[in-house]
């Protein structure tokens, strides 16, 4: 079972454009470091191409995983505190996090 994990960021309101655009950068260099741990098969991380629908989330990240257990060794992995220590710095609130099962359609 491949699992692709999602975060979904409300940005503070005091944030200037170029702070985002700096948060999009940092997390991208923390993840692309992260591609050397076992499991992790690639991700991506960017604002919303249309505002419409968000409901104030502007910042997403996507990391796809081998399986769930690489997916779990990530969460507790110190690079992932790092990454997550970083997302919560220019959150207002608590962001999103949610995972799928890419192998399966549904199963409920």
């Given at each position: 079972?491949?699992?692709q ?83 919560f ?20």
């Amino acid at each position: 079972m491949a699992v692709q994990h999602f975060t979904f960021a409300k940005f503070r309101p005091c944030l200037t454009v170029q702070e985002k655009e700096d948060a999009y950068k940092t997390v991208f260099l923390l993840l692309s470091a992260a591609l050397l741990l076992p499991g992790i098969r690639g991700f991506k991380v960017g604002p919303p191409i249309d505002k419409k629908g968000t409901r104030g989330y502007e910042f997403a990240v996507s990391v796809e995983f081998e399986d769930l257990k690489s997916f779990k060794e990530y969460v507790l992995h110190a690079h992932h505190q790092l990454v997550s220590d970083f997302v919560f710095s220019f959150s207002e609130g608590t962001p999103l996090s949610y995972q799928i099962d890419t192998d399966r359609v549904a199963k409920l």
